[in-house]
């Protein structure tokens, strides 16, 4: 099977940066599209930032200009660099993938288990 583990969540304080990682991990044929979620507390989980395998990038409005995605191919890793943190950017970050296995051949998606990050004022 497949396994997302992120990495790189903590406490900050409002205008500092965290930078988040994620690694793919199994029987990966190949990944199309990997992303970042967030869900704070008492709200629904919100897209924040995506990356398509040729590197195409979308962003939420609530953080362009402020945070970047980026993977690399061959390490089957995604990384979200946070700059300018503020309050609102509090929750829980989850990785997300399009991944192909070798034993399905059909692109399946798959969650982190989530990283908590937490900025005050």
């Known amino acids: 099977q497949v396994q997302l583990v992120e990495s790189g969540g903590g406490s900050v304080q409002a205008g500092g940066s965290l930078r988040l990682s994620c690694a793919a991990s199994?029987?990966?044929?190949?990944?199309?599209?990997m992303g970042w979620y967030r869900q704070a507390p008492g709200k629904q989980r919100e897209f924040i930032a995506r990356?398509?395998?040729?590197?195409?990038?979308n962003y939420a409005d609530s953080v362009k200009g402020r945070f970047t995605i980026s993977r690399d191919n061959a390490k089957n890793t995604v990384y979200l660099q946070m700059n300018s943190l503020k309050p609102e950017d509090t929750a829980v970050y989850y990785c997300?993938?399009?991944?192909?296995?070798?034993?399905?051949?059909?692109?399946?998606?798959?969650w982190g288990q989530g990283t908590q990050v937490t900025v005050s004022s």
């Open positions: 990356v398509i395998s040729g590197g195409s990038t």
């Open positions: 997300n993938a399009a991944v192909k296995t070798w034993q399905r051949l059909v692109y399946g998606d798959y």
């Open positions: 199994g029987n990966i044929q190949s990944i199309n599209v």
